[in-house]
């Protein structure tokens, strides 16, 4: 009787230490309104409302809801999806990018994957120099 009644706290710390871990919930935000363009092929993704608006030279554009939007150590991860498209964007802030067609440099380098598009290279943000930007 006398081992049964030590060996059940035993039993308890053992049962417990094999539950799994509760998992840390990845904190989402929101990245709010911001656009990017690229060039060679020509590009653009619009985010408002939550809503990401691609469009392309190749004429395949589309809009999706955003799934997850996740700050990150250097910049944005943006994602999107549906059962026809998807659309992965990661945002470089603070490194600035010239879109090589105009005279306009923007205070970041953005690269997406888009679905039939595949992966392209391009700016965001605001303008840092040129004819819309600071002096």
């Known amino acids: 009787m006398k081992k049964s009644i030590l060996l059940m706290p035993l039993a308890a710390l053992t049962l417990s230490a094999c539950e799994e871990p509760a998992a840390t919930p990845v904190v989402e935000e929101s990245i709010g309104d911001y656009s990017a363009i690229g060039t060679q092929p020509g590009w653009t993704v619009e985010i408002k409302d939550e809503q990401i608006a691609f469009t392309s030279q190749n004429g395949k554009d589309f809009k999706l809801a955003v799934q ?26 603070g490194a ?8 306009r440099t923007y ?28 002096p």
């Open 96 to 103: 600035e990018c010239s879109d090589g067609m105009s005279d």
């Open 107 to 134: 205070a970041d380098t953005v690269k997406v994957e888009a679905s039939d598009s595949g992966m392209l290279n391009g700016c965001g943000g605001a303008f840092t120099e040129g004819p819309d930007g600071p």
């Open 68 to 93: 997850r939007a996740k700050k990150t150590d250097s910049g944005w991860e943006v994602r999107g999806f549906s059962d026809l498209h998807n659309i992965n964007i990661n945002i470089t802030s």
